[in-house]
């Protein structure tokens, strides 16, 4: 009987696992048996290429970029994945939760996100350098109020709330054929139930969107006016009629919920209340900060940051959870860095965190490095690609000569970071210097001094000689990385050099 208990548990634990490995939105659906055989260069496992877009409508696009990798190696499994929203003029992200925190970050244009912070409704305009963050469970929605400018976000979706292992997933509220709301899962009868109103009410109300995630907001771009345009143009009377009709249900939080726990939850009756309300107050233009409407965080501006390190050669920034609270519920930082042409970020490491870049503007080149001492990667990056380096992996970035190099990106800790240079006036080895560091080389303490006192610039070093001269284009880089791949003798895959590493002499415990 005991056995049989076992073997039912042990069943019900595998089927729960599953359940959660294929729920949500899964990224390597592109097939394992390629990646099994076929031989890729050391740089394509930090430049991320699995791009995938999970929503595309003529409003709008969204594609996400899986983070680290699906190779099965679990020291290099990130629970992070990089999103790109693009939204066209006057048009709407419809109303959603996620199973994961969200990070936005307004690369172009201006945006207002309404969303469910601690049961209230928030409402903020965005702009071009804002971050946001919204957490798992909480209910938002995005807007391009504008009329003539297309919106661009990257953010970061933080997995680890998710329901799957590698992907993430989205609960529409709003919905009808397609996407379907949440709400189309119950019976009509149920429903109607809920809602005090007959069974055609609910059927009208689940069967009218079509036109996908991301929609107009008016009828220019469609001979059919949307559900969600027509209810915000509607007068004021006729929305709350329409609200007593279609709201009834309501969540309602415990009230021995721990408040000190912030737990996001919601009220689908009150977001919609003040969705009505706030597009009253806009219509009326009435008095008061458009940037702001209901008690919740702010947005912060990068760009209206004084940079945490400058000299002659560029400058950097990161926003930490005691610059941003907001950040500490994702876990998330981020940062901002800018090289003049050719200058380089000295060789560092992040002890606490993988670091995940996208290229704003410009070109250069990554170097990342193996903990055996040997190359990872060195391949030049343009504007838009991304790349990531993982904890504790030694890496510079190297602007191209012809301009400058920007990159924007997020770490996996909301904590602060304090990456440690390698090189330079202010790196550990400089700190360390003494005979056990020039024993370790293999050199006199004045040979070492020398060298170490060469350099008299700290984090952003001058000119490189190492610098690209000019952005390569993507199809002669896809070129010569194929050729590399066929060079045996450079070519490493990422399980080779974990099994190496038990060649080379590594300190720890048996």
Known sequence: MGNRKALLLLFLVFSSALVASVSGYEYDRRGREGEEEEESTESEWFLLHDSKEIVRTDAGVMRVMRGGFGGGVSMFQSPMHIGFITMEPNSLFIPQYLDSHLTLFVRRGETRIGHIYKDDFVERRLKEGDVYSIRAGSAFYL?????????????????????????FQSFFIGGGMYPT??????????????????TDEVSEIL??????????????????????ATFLNLEQHQKLEHLKRIVHLEEEASKEEDEEKEQPIWSLRKFLTDLIGNERNRREGKKGDDRRRGKGPDSYNLFDRKADYKNDYGWSLALDQSDYSPLKHADIGVYLVNLSAGAMMAPHINPTATEYGIVLRGSGSIQIVYPNGTLAMNSRVNE???????????????????GPFEFFGFTTTAKKNKPQFLVGQNSILQSMRGPEFAAAFGVSEERLRRILDAQREAVILPSASVAPTEPMDPRKEEEERGERGREKEVVMKIPEVIRSFGNDMIMGFA
Do not use: K, M
Request: glycine share 8%; aromatic share 14%.
């Open 143 to 167: 807007v391009n109020p504008a009329e003539g400018q297309r919106l661009h976000i990257i953010c970061s979706i933080s997995t680890s709330s998710s329901l799957g292992w590698h992907g």
């Open 181 to 198: 709301s949440v709400l189309a899962g119950f019976d009509s009868l149920t429903l109607s139930t809920a809602f005090n109103v007959s």
């Open 207 to 228: 069967t009218r969107q079509y036109s996908g995630a991301i929609v107009y907001l008016n009828t220019t771009h469609s001979p059919t006016p949307s559900i969600w």
């Open 384 to 402: 838009g690609d991304v790349f990531w380096v993982p904890r504790y992996f030694p890496f510079c970035q190297i602007a191209s000569r012809t």
